[in-house]
């Protein structure tokens, strides 16, 4: 799928993106791009790392998981259950392996400066949520704490296998995450597989339900991610580098802007469900600044990022 950038009624730039969409069984129905790109995960498996998190023993109420699954967004209330799930455990931000870092969303920052807040901190990252789960199931477990992050250590042993079940890829090589967490890599297909399987499998019901219920603590409802989520009615979650993932009913999406590019991939998964007629009319008039990115020229609105027409493929 090509997105282009329009400003005054002329092509400035263009965007490529792969799309991929799964039935229930798996099986490609729709793509657009390169559907086999490989990538690495990053965040996009974080509702299936908090999985693994809850099976160790974590003991997480909804709006704890929500945050556990989240790339959120820095504001009190996402800081105060990442708190929560540390306090729980027995301990403290100070055992945050995430590095230190402001707000993903600006407006968050912008209220921690406001407040008086002048440093960043570990517990700002925006993987801080996943980070806490996974302190939470080591001391349900007995885990050591320190090496929480090492490839080798238990809880990333049990999400490597669980992401090569849910995708049906070999996960590897894996990599380190922005946050310093061990990332596999695979592709397109295997990722929307997952979310097929985490909109109606019995084992991610408690995952499911988080993101589904709270979609505003998993992203922001400021940012593209969580403007969709909040219409989508089933579990959403992007990844760093331009991904993200959506599943419902056992139908699995996944978006990679080559670019890496957010709001482009997010642009391209809404207009991806546009054209299966997977969203209503009423969500998609909701999501038109999603889907149709504003481009501004002197301060006024003088164009759009948004889809050009090109062949889909079906199998």
Same mark, same amino acid.
């Given at each position: 799928?090509?997105?282009?950038?329009?400003?005054?009624?002329?092509?400035?730039?263009?965007?490529?993106?792969?799309?991929?969409? !799964?039935?229930?069984?798996?099986?490609?129905?729709?793509?657009?791009?390169?559907?086999?790109?490989?990538?690495?995960?990053?965040?996009?498996?974080?509702?299936?790392?908090?999985?693994?998190?809850?099976?160790?023993?974590?003991?997480?109420?909804?709006?704890?998981?929500?945050?556990?699954?989240?790339?959120?967004?820095?504001?009190?209330?996402?800081?105060?259950? !990442?708190?929560?799930?540390?306090?729980?455990?027995?301990?403290?931000?100070?055992?945050?392996?995430?590095?230190?870092?402001?707000?993903?969303?600006?407006?968050?920052?912008?209220?921690?400066?406001?407040?008086?807040?002048?440093?960043?901190?570990?517990?700002?990252?925006?993987?801080?949520?996943?980070?806490?789960?996974?302190?939470?199931?080591?001391?349900?477990?007995?885990?050591?704490?320190?090496?929480?992050?090492?490839?080798?250590?238990?809880?990333?042993?049990? !999400?490597?296998?669980?992401?090569?079940?849910?995708?049906?890829?070999?996960?590897?090589?894996?990599?380190?995450?922005?946050?310093?967490?061990?990332?596999?890599? =695979?592709?397109?297909?295997?990722?929307?597989?997952?979310?097929?399987?985490?909109?109606?499998?019995?084992?991610?019901?408690?995952?499911?339900?988080?993101?589904?219920?709270?979609?505003?603590?998993?992203?922001?409802?400021?940012?593209?991610?969580?403007?969709?989520?909040?219409?989508?009615?089933?579990? !959403?979650?992007?990844?760093?580098?331009?991904?993200?993932?959506?599943?419902?009913?056992?139908?699995?999406?996944?978006?990679?802007?080559?670019?890496?590019?957010?709001?482009?991939?997010?642009?391209?998964?809404?207009?991806?469900?546009?054209?299966?007629?997977?969203?209503?009319?009423?969500?998609?008039?909701?999501?038109?600044?999603?889907?149709?990115?504003?481009?501004?020229? =002197?301060?006024?609105?003088? =164009?759009?990022?948004?889809?050009?027409?090109?062949?889909?493929?079906?199998?």
């Amino acid at each position: 799928m090509r997105l282009a950038t329009i400003r005054s009624n002329e092509i400035e730039s263009t965007h490529d993106v792969s799309v991929v969409a !799964v039935d229930e069984k798996g099986h490609v129905v729709r793509s657009w791009g390169e559907p086999d790109i490989h990538f690495y995960y990053r965040s996009a498996i974080k509702p299936f790392q908090a999985t693994v998190t809850l099976e160790a023993g974590a003991s997480l109420t909804p709006e704890e998981l929500a945050v556990v699954c989240a790339s959120h967004g820095g504001y009190p209330i996402h800081l105060g259950l !990442v708190q929560s799930v540390l306090r729980g455990a027995g301990l403290d931000d100070t055992s945050l392996q995430s590095p230190h870092a402001w707000p993903r969303d600006p407006a968050a920052k912008d209220f921690l400066i406001a407040a008086g807040h002048r440093r960043m901190r570990r517990l700002y990252h925006n993987c801080s949520g996943k980070h806490s789960g996974w302190l939470a199931a080591c001391a349900a477990q007995g885990w050591p704490l320190d090496s929480y992050l090492d490839p080798d250590h238990p809880i990333q042993q049990r !999400v490597l296998t669980l992401i090569e079940d849910v995708t049906g890829v070999e996960p590897s090589p894996i990599g380190v995450d922005g946050c310093g967490a061990p990332t596999p890599r =695979g592709n397109l297909i295997g990722l929307a597989r997952a979310f097929g399987k985490l909109s109606v499998g019995e084992r991610f019901t408690r995952a499911r339900s988080a993101t589904q219920r709270f979609p505003a603590l998993v992203a922001s409802n400021t940012l593209p991610d969580g403007q969709f989520a909040a219409w989508w009615g089933g579990p !959403v979650k992007v990844g760093a580098q331009g991904l993200i993932a959506a599943g419902r009913h056992g139908v699995g999406l996944a978006a990679k802007s080559h670019e890496g590019s957010m709001p482009i991939a997010v642009a391209a998964i809404v207009e991806a469900v546009r054209r299966l007629g997977l969203i209503s009319d009423i969500a998609n008039e909701a999501l038109i600044d999603v889907a149709r990115i504003p481009v501004f020229g =002197g301060g006024r609105r003088v =164009g759009t990022v948004e889809p050009l027409l090109d062949r889909v493929s079906a199998s």
